[in-house]
C-alpha cells in the first residue's frame, strides 16, 4: 500500500499490523506463512510465501471446474487450516476462492493449498469492542446467511459455511447460487450448512431454497463427491 489520500494511513498501518501479528500466531502448514511486514516513510508491505499458482479462482480461470479428487484434498487442507485458526480462537470470516493460495509444492493428491488474507480475521471476543470488525459482511457467494445481512452475527459456524461455498465453488466454476433465484435459507449456518452439504454431496434435485446444481458442471459431478 501507498501512502495517498484519501487514505487514513494511521489506521491502514494498524490494519497490517494487525493482520502480521495474527499470521504469526496462526503459522500453520496450510497457512500463508508470514515472512515479515515493511514499513516506510510512504508504503507498508506484507512479505508472504510466494504462491506459484496463484489463488484459487485464477485456478478455475485456467483450468475450468476441478476434479473432484482434487477438490476433496483442496478443501481438506483448508478445513485443517480452520480448525487450527478456531483452536486459536479466531475466526478467518473471508474463506473464498481469492483467498486460498496455490502453492507450488503438490500434494498426494490436487494442488498444495494455503488460507491467506487475515485482514478481516478477529478473535469472536473482538467483535463487541470494534464497530469496524463487527459490521464486516463477509463476500457475497461465500457469507453465511446470517452474517450477510444487516446486522451480522458472528460465530464460529460462519466459517465452515465458507468452506461449503468454496468447496461447490471449485466443482462447478460458479459462485454459489441458489435455485430460482431463492435465498439460503436465515436460520443458523451450522444447521445451512449442513443442508448445503447434503444436498451438494447426493447432488439433490434443484428446489427454491437450496443450492443450484442444474449447471451442465455438476452433471460430472458423482453422487459420492
Known sequence: ARRK???DWRLLTRTFEREAALL???AHPSVVE???LYQGADELALVLELAEGGDCQQL???HGPLAERAVHAMVGQVCDAT???HSLGILHRDIKCE?????AGAAPVGPRVKLCDFGHSCALGELGSSRRLASFRGTVGYAAPEVSCSSPAWSYAADPWGVGALLYTLLGNTALRWADGGA???ESSRRSLLLLLLLLLNRASSAAGAPDFSTRNFLRVSTAA
Open 83 to 85: 480448525l487450527h485458526v
Open 99 to 103: 483467498n486460498v493460495l496455490v502453492s
Open 34 to 36: 508470514f515472512c515479515g
Open 24 to 26: 504469526q500466531r496462526c
Open 5 to 7: 489520500p484519501p487514505l
Open 184 to 186: 439460503a435459507p436465515l
Open 60 to 62: 478455475l480461470q485456467r
